[in-house]
């Protein structure tokens, strides 16, 4: 008897490891979803403009309608991932995308900055559910771990496109409609998501979750956000002592929040996957990417509409070769670390995108779009090749009944690493910045503005004569270009050491050649039957 029921066992992972029809266009539904979430973290930055006219919120008001989407899918990532382990994947996805699209209308006819940042919050709850859940159901559909590769390189690539389409859709739409177009284009996607995915994605949970613990779940809210609060605020408005607490209190809370997760019986986050050093290793290569992707980004966006004068519009494109190198490398990555190796494909992708900043560092006002455009897409290749190899190293350390909480944990470096990113790169210019000196004759008070940002330079010489006002800009956008090259000097120092430490950590590490190995026959109780049906 207890023969039959082990190779019934071993039979019935033979036929779950059969590939799943219909499985590159559920694919292409949910490389949809997650290009979608790129666009909506990105396009906010151009219509901020036209809905301060608007809406005419105060300066903090403004701050929390930029950030609080952010800060929420930071926190709720890994609760989520969690969540949709226990009550569904497909299910966490489908529920999210209605969400996200209501969110987006609520957003969309906004009439007050509360009612604004409330919707985007909303929205940002929404959008936890997408990523890990996409992320982990691509772990549940290809069992091939060659074509998971490719499934994973194609969410990657959608993801950075994203990023990287947003400023140059939203360029288009507010040339053309209001503020609210930018969140209305959710709509149809989020349609198509429900109606494909509702038929042909499969569900898949944890067959023996184990409750949701929600004290673990506020942990990780305050602990996430309060240490990504810190680091964003840092980079805008120096070090103060509620931002220090801030620090503190997210510290103290991901401590406790480990704590607790070793003493549960099902934990929200698996903590004692961190124990192996090729998960720990990609999470870091993951998150230190994002790092330089991200802070680089940040920095050249002003640069190119501030000291360049470019419109938004033509800013996104000149940045769009980064999207063209991650969406190619992307695609390749898992093929190229099967004939390579794991640690030479994330290790030299990370030394690409230390090597394209140490380009960055001889950066001046009139450096042509030929030579920028190269080094983006030499940072978006190496990103590609990095991000997208983790990812999958990522995925396949954790057996498919932890593929939402894997996803999370990837999901989580990402943003943390967008946030460091732009605190660690940003804080060097803004501090370089602050310390030029004004021409003779410009008063004080305009100094002073001139000195908070190159916006603000931008915005004080309107009201002084056109010589002095040139004179101004013309330092003012010196000091600015001087702290990118410092900046990208301490970014290059951050990568090339990321590649080294990649090249330890990811030692032995490879990715599976052929089909997955189905589990060791033994006897089948109860509690083991798996819940991943079409």
């Known amino acids: 008897m207890t023969e039959t029921l082990a190779m019934g066992r071993a039979g019935s992972a033979h036929v779950d490891d059969q590939p799943r029809p219909g499985r590159w266009l559920a694919l292409a539904v949910l490389a949809l979803a997650v290009l979608l979430v790129g666009v ?12 301060s006219e608007d809406l005419r919120p105060s300066g903090t008001q403004l701050l929390w309608i930029g950030d609080i989407y952010s800060f929420v899918i930071a926190g709720l990532l890994v609760s989520m991932g969690s969540l949709g382990d226990r009550i569904g994947r497909k299910k966490l996805l489908l529920i999210g995308s209605v969400a996200f699209g209501a969110m987006s209308v609520l957003t969309a006819y906004a009439t007050s900055p509360e009612m604004m940042i409330v919707a985007r919050g909303l929205q940002g709850v929404a959008g ?55 969140f209305l284009i959710n709509l149809p996607v989020m349609a198509l998501l429900v109606a494909v995915g509702a038929k042909l994605l499969p569900e898949s949970r944890n067959p023996d979750p184990g409750p949701w613990d929600i004290p673990s779940v506020l942990l990780a ?59 720990s290793g990609a999470v870091l290569a993951d998150m230190l990417t994002i790092l330089g992707l991200s802070g680089l980004v940040f920095c050249l966006s002003q640069f190119l509409q501030m000291v360049q004068l470019r419109s938004p519009l033509n800013a996104g494109l000149v940045e769009l070769p980064a999207a063209v190198g991650a969406v ?11 004939r390579l190796s794991v640690r030479l494909v994330v290790a030299g992708g990370l030394a690409m995108v230390g090597l394209s900043l140490v380009g960055c560092t ?79 004759g410009v008063p004080e008070g305009v100094a002073d503005a001139s000195r908070e940002s190159l916006g603000g330079a931008v915005d004080a010489a309107g009201a002084l004569p056109a010589d002095k006002a040139a004179a101004l800009l013309t330092a003012a956008q010196d000091s600015f270009v001087a702290g990118v090259d410092v900046a990208a000097g301490v970014g290059a120092a951050v990568l090339l050491a990321a590649a080294g430490g990649a090249w330890f950590l990811l030692r032995g590490q490879e990715l599976a050649a052929g089909p997955a190995a189905a589990e060791p026959a033994r006897p089948v109780s109860v509690s083991d039957q798996s819940v991943d049906r079409k």
């Not at 390189?153 to 053309?176: E, R």
């Not at 190619?328 to 099967?338: D, E, F, P």
């Not at 460091?420 to 003779?440: D, N």
């Open 221 to 279: 809210l305050v602990g996430i956000v309060g240490v990504v609060y810190a680091i964003k605020e840092a980079a805008v408005v120096g070090y103060r002592s509620d931002i220090a607490a801030s620090a503190v209190v997210g510290v103290l809370a991901l401590i406790v929040f480990v704590r607790r997760q070793l003493t549960l019986k099902s934990p929200l986050l698996n903590v004692k996957l961190f124990y192996h050093r090729g998960f």
């Open 328 to 338: 190619g490398a992307g695609l390749a990555a898992g093929w190229v670390a099967r």
């Open 40 to 51: 909506d973290a990105t396009v906010l930055g151009l219509a901020t403009p036209f809905l």
């Open 362 to 440: 001889t950066l001046q006002g009139d450096t042509g779009t030929a030579a920028m455009c190269v080094i983006l897409l030499f940072v978006g290749i190496g990103a590609g090749f990095a991000f997208t190899v983790t990812t999958d190293v990522i995925l396949s350390s954790v057996p498919k009944k932890e593929a939402g909480a894997a996803s999370a944990v990837s999901e989580t470096a990402y943003e943390l690493g967008a946030a460091l990113g732009i605190a660690l790169l940003g804080s060097i210019v803004s501090g370089i910045y602050r310390g030029f000196a004004t021409p003779p």
């Open 128 to 182: 936890a559910t997408l990523m890990p859940s996409t992320l982990a159901l691509i772990r549940n559909l290809f069992h091939n771990p060659r074509e998971r590769s490719l499934a994973v390189g194609i969410w990657g690539a959608m993801a950075s496109a994203g990023m990287a389409v947003g400023p140059v859709l939203g360029g288009f739409l507010l040339g053309h409609f209001w503020w609210g177009s930018v």
